[in-house]
């Protein structure tokens, strides 16, 4: 099994310790010049229990708008393959990931029919097999897949399948609303998607953490700015049951958001406007602020749930600190007329004063079906 610290977690820190991260790590680079507005790195975590299945929402309900940067921490449902490479053995240089039928972006469920959650699995079943014969079983785009696999010893004498794993990511968001009365909470406004192959992170458990904004590189075109900021891997203050297109889902453990902020009502597509606007942000160490924007288009339903506005920064102060949208601030809540419209997800690359959200509308009905599907 390669390994090396861009696929494989690195060691743990003390107990309690704060992690430095920079956020310039992309989840999602589309192709028309738009940047994810959040950041992941890849590291070993320590693991939370999965979040209790969460009661169905109502419809027409209020929450309480965050905006307030979190850590978020995710560990895959099996281990996902991100690359594939030749071994050098004494006799050869051979790829028996690639000779069975392995693909960039297959999850390896299963390895003789043991369940494989962790690189560490995997890496004890090569080794104690050998240069046995290994089934693999994997998720390919939801088809289920059989694989015979064999590792061969490398020039070191240590068997290896030639194949990049994840499983585990972590990165910087912004929390969008939580619901008090269920305790539920939507963070990011989109998914988390692996770096190398821009695949929705398949999610056994996660959490969000405490998280504290250091300093911010500013926006530039051509040149995405990001939020800095430290984050303990120890202090969960929330359990995810879910990450969807939509964003991150999950139940509040504590009390830690409970700051007095009055809820509001989500407001339905028809109750958007182009128009004056607000955003709640944390660009500076725990205090979220309101700043200025605009909002320039509402596109129709039929261009899906996730780019349904275009919005633009106008807030001087904003502008002057960060250029505009910042890797980071992606789930930034989008307010209008006393109600949540929506939050920020991505970023113009060419223009950081403009960027993408999504309907507030959209992230709660995504809510009621994930809640749903966890109680039946």
């Known amino acids: 099994m390669e390994q090396d610290t861009k696929h494989r977690p690195w060691a743990l820190l003390p107990a309690?310790?704060?992690?430095?991260?920079?956020?310039?790590?992309?989840?999602?680079?589309a192709r028309d010049g738009v940047q994810a507005a959040s950041g992941a790195v890849v590291l070993q975590l320590p693991r939370t229990p999965a979040a209790?299945?969460?009661?169905?929402?109502?419809?027409?309900?209020?929450?309480?708008?965050?905006?307030r940067a979190v850590g978020i921490k995710l560990f895959s449902n099996g281990v996902l393959v991100v690359g594939l490479s030749d071994l050098e053995t004494s006799a050869s240089t051979v790829s028996p990931g690639r000779s069975c039928g392995l693909k960039t972006?297959?999850?390896?469920?299963?390895?003789?029919?043991?369940?494989?959650?962790?690189?560490?699995?995997?890496?004890?079943?090569?080794?104690?097999?050998?240069?046995q014969p290994l089934i693999l079983q994997v998720d390919r785009g939801g088809r289920s897949l059989q694989l015979s696999a064999q590792a061969v010893q490398n020039n070191q004498g240590v068997y290896q399948l030639g194949v990049w794993l994840r499983d585990s990511m972590a990165g910087i968001g912004t929390m969008t609303y939580y619901d008090p009365d269920s305790r539920t909470f939507a963070a990011l406004g989109h998914g988390v998607n692996d770096?190398?192959?821009s695949l929705l992170m398949p999610l056994e458990t996660g959490s969000i953490m405490y998280a504290s904004v250091s300093d911010v590189k500013r926006g530039t075109a051509g040149e995405p700015g990001e939020l800095h900021g430290n984050f303990d891997v120890y202090r969960d203050l929330g359990?995810?049951?879910?990450?969807?297109?939509?964003?991150?889902y999950g139940v509040l453990s504590g009390s830690d958001f409970d700051t007095g902020s009055p809820a509001v009502e989500i407001a339905s597509r028809d109750q958007v406007k182009v128009g004056p606007a607000s955003i709640l942000s944390n660009i500076?160490?725990?205090?979220?602020?309101?700043?200025a924007v605009e909002i320039t288009h509402v596109y129709p339903a039929a261009a899906g749930e996730t780019r349904n506005l275009m919005v633009q920064v106008t807030d001087p102060e904003l502008l002057e600190k960060t250029g505009g949208i910042v890797q980071g601030m992606s789930g930034s809540p989008i307010l209008q007329d006393g109600r949540l419209v929506g939050a920020v997800t991505h970023v113009?690359?060419?223009?950081?004063t403009r960027g993408y959200g999504i309907l507030a509308e959209n992230m709660a009905a995504q809510t009621g079906r994930e809640e749903q599907a966890a109680v039946s």
Not at 52 to 67: D, Q, S
Not at 113 to 127: K, L
């Open 284 to 291: 500076d160490g725990e205090a979220v602020e309101e700043y």
């Open 16 to 29: 309690g310790a704060a992690l430095l991260l920079g956020l310039a790590l992309t989840l999602l680079l």
């Open 239 to 248: 359990i995810l049951y879910a990450n969807t297109q939509t964003g991150i």
């Open 348 to 352: 113009l690359i060419n223009d950081p």
């Open 52 to 67: 209790a299945a969460p009661a169905a929402l109502e419809t027409g309900r209020k929450v309480v708008p965050l905006g």
């Open 105 to 131: 972006g297959d999850i390896i469920t299963h390895i003789n029919a043991q369940e494989v959650d962790t690189i560490e699995q995997v890496q004890a079943i090569v080794t104690q097999d050998g240069g």
């Open 195 to 197: 770096v190398d192959t």
